[in-house]
């Protein structure tokens, strides 16, 4: 480290620490602190990076060192501490990349922590400044990522056609949504046929006694008022068929959410272990 003649070493650190610290020493903090980040101790990165944000006084490394916090936390799933330290980032950000690059990494912390509400709003500011028309792909792309993780894998799919027709992610896309159960399709068909909606996601054993039941209780409502045993029909009626009318309705419903759910869980098991592009 660079320091000042002797006399005047007390003199100056009394007066203003930082003075002491010049650029080449920032430099060599920063370049430890990646060191640390890049071996995976996020921790000690980020205790680090602090110390070079306290001493840095004329905010050289700024966008370099919240970037990186920011990183870190995110590594680390503290997802709100990264969103500030990426805000930071923007703030000191050096120029129009600096800035893509810091509000594209909130993006994907809220992508990550679900907030896809917030994503979008972030991504449609970016769509919309005209600074950043060359970096289109990277919008469609992470708005891409966005609809994944809110579930919407036709919208997904659209966003990586943009990029490229023949994207892997927009056919991985494109087959999840063609796989998928249509929930309200499910239930529309058990109100008409009992035991329908069981049918349509595969389950042919809960369908079939969904079926029977309903037959038994209706034909048992129907003839109790057909002999006039008004009283046991409504008990019939009321409490047994309706019962099993409408949990066939229901079933068919969680069994058309639950079969979605696997297809969807595999799709991101998928894209966690096998996919090699870049991930939120």
Same mark, same amino acid.
């Given at each position: 480290?660079? =320091?000042? +003649?002797?006399?005047?070493?007390? *003199?100056?650190?009394?007066?203003? !620490?930082?003075?002491?610290?010049?650029?080449? $020493?920032?430099?060599?903090?920063?370049?430890? +602190?990646?060191?640390?980040?890049?071996?995976?101790?996020?921790?000690?990165?980020?205790?680090?990076?602090?110390?070079?944000?306290?001493?840095?006084? $004329?905010?050289?490394?700024?966008?370099?060192?919240?970037?990186?916090?920011?990183?870190?936390?995110?590594?680390?799933?503290?997802? +709100?501490?990264?969103?500030?330290?990426?805000?930071?980032?923007?703030?000191?950000?050096?120029?129009?990349?600096?800035?893509?690059?810091?509000?594209?990494?909130?993006?994907?912390?809220?992508?990550?922590?679900?907030?896809?509400?917030?994503?979008?709003?972030?991504? #449609?500011? /970016?769509?919309?400044?005209?600074?950043?028309?060359?970096?289109?792909?990277? *919008?469609?792309?992470?708005?891409?990522?966005?609809?994944?993780?809110?579930?919407?894998?036709?919208?997904?799919?659209?966003? @990586?056609?943009? *990029?490229?027709?023949?994207? !892997?992610?927009?056919? /991985?896309? #494109?087959? $999840?949504?063609?796989?998928?159960?249509?929930?309200?399709?499910?239930?529309?068909?058990?109100?008409? *046929? !009992?035991?329908?909606?069981?049918?349509?996601?595969?389950?042919?054993?809960?369908? /079939?006694? +969904?079926?029977?039941?309903?037959?038994?209780?209706?034909?048992?409502?129907?003839?109790?008022?057909? #002999?006039?045993?008004? @009283?046991?029909?409504?008990?019939?009626?009321?409490?047994?068929?309706?019962? @099993?009318?409408?949990?066939? =309705?229901?079933?068919?419903?969680?069994?058309?959410?639950?079969?979605?759910?696997?297809?969807?869980?595999?799709?991101?098991?998928?894209?966690?272990?096998?996919?090699?592009?870049?991930? !939120?």
């Amino acid at each position: 480290m660079k =320091v000042c +003649s002797y006399k005047y070493f007390v *003199i100056l650190f009394l007066m203003n !620490p930082s003075l002491l610290i010049c650029q080449e $020493t920032l430099e060599q903090q920063y370049q430890y +602190s990646l060191n640390l980040f890049n071996k995976e101790r996020y921790f000690d990165a980020v205790t680090e990076l602090k110390r070079l944000n306290f001493f840095d006084k $004329t905010k050289i490394y700024a966008y370099q060192s919240n970037m990186l916090i920011g990183k870190a936390y995110k590594e680390g799933g503290k997802f +709100s501490d990264a969103l500030r330290y990426f805000t930071l980032a923007e703030i000191n950000a050096r120029n129009d990349s600096d800035l893509f690059d810091a509000k594209i990494f909130s993006v994907r912390v809220n992508i990550l922590r679900r907030t896809t509400d917030q994503a979008f709003r972030i991504l #449609d500011r /970016l769509q919309f400044d005209g600074k950043f028309t060359n970096r289109k792909n990277e *919008i469609y792309y992470w708005r891409g990522w966005t609809y994944i993780f809110a579930n919407d894998w036709l919208n997904a799919a659209e966003q @990586f056609s943009k *990029i490229d027709v023949n994207h !892997p992610l927009e056919t /991985l896309c #494109d087959k $999840t949504n063609a796989e998928m159960y249509n929930v309200t399709e499910a239930k529309v068909l058990s109100y008409i *046929i !009992p035991g329908a909606g069981q049918f349509y996601t595969g389950h042919y054993l809960s369908g /079939l006694l +969904s079926l029977g039941w309903n037959v038994l209780w209706g034909y048992l409502t129907v003839k109790a008022f057909v #002999d006039q045993r008004i @009283f046991d029909g409504f008990v019939v009626g009321n409490f047994l068929w309706l019962r @099993f009318y409408v949990g066939n =309705v229901q079933n068919a419903e969680k069994f058309a959410n639950e079969e979605n759910l696997n297809i969807v869980n595999h799709t991101l098991l998928y894209l966690q272990q096998q996919y090699q592009g870049e991930k !939120p």
